[in-house]
């Protein structure tokens, strides 16, 4: 079964940045589109950026200008810069292909925007 695990959340002030990791195992990593989606208390689980195995990224308008996805396929992760964090961008982050392998969300990480 796949395996993705998240790391790099805390808590920052808002105008802060993270670096979110994300590494995955048991999959055949470098042909797929991946993604970081977040689910913030009381809402749906979101899709935030994803990157293809070759082309574009693409981002959510809340994060467009704020947040980087990029990936190293040497090592089966994928990142997200976040620079420029608001008290919205609260939520556990989770990574997975695009669109989501259902059975195999990993932990997340949590990331917290408060002064």
């Known amino acids: 079964q796949v395996q993705l695990v998240e790391s790099g959340g805390e808590l920052v002030q808002p105008g802060g940045s993270l670096r979110l990791s994300c590494a995955a195992s048991?999959?055949?990593?470098?042909?797929?589109?991946m993604g970081w989606y977040r689910q913030a208390p009381g809402k749906e689980r979101e899709l935030v950026a994803t990157?293809?195995?070759?082309?574009?990224?693409k981002y959510a308008d809340s994060a467009k200008g704020r947040f980087t996805i990029s990936r190293d396929n040497a090592k089966n992760t994928v990142y997200l810069q976040m620079n420029s964090l608001r008290p919205e961008d609260t939520a556990v982050y989770y990574c997975?292909?695009?669109?989501?392998?259902?059975?195999?969300w990993g932990q997340g990480t949590q990331v917290t925007v408060s002064s």
């Open positions: 990157i293809p195995a070759r082309g574009s990224t």
């Open positions: 997975n292909t695009v669109p989501p392998i259902n059975n195999s």
């Open positions: 048991r999959i055949i990593f470098s042909p797929l589109t």
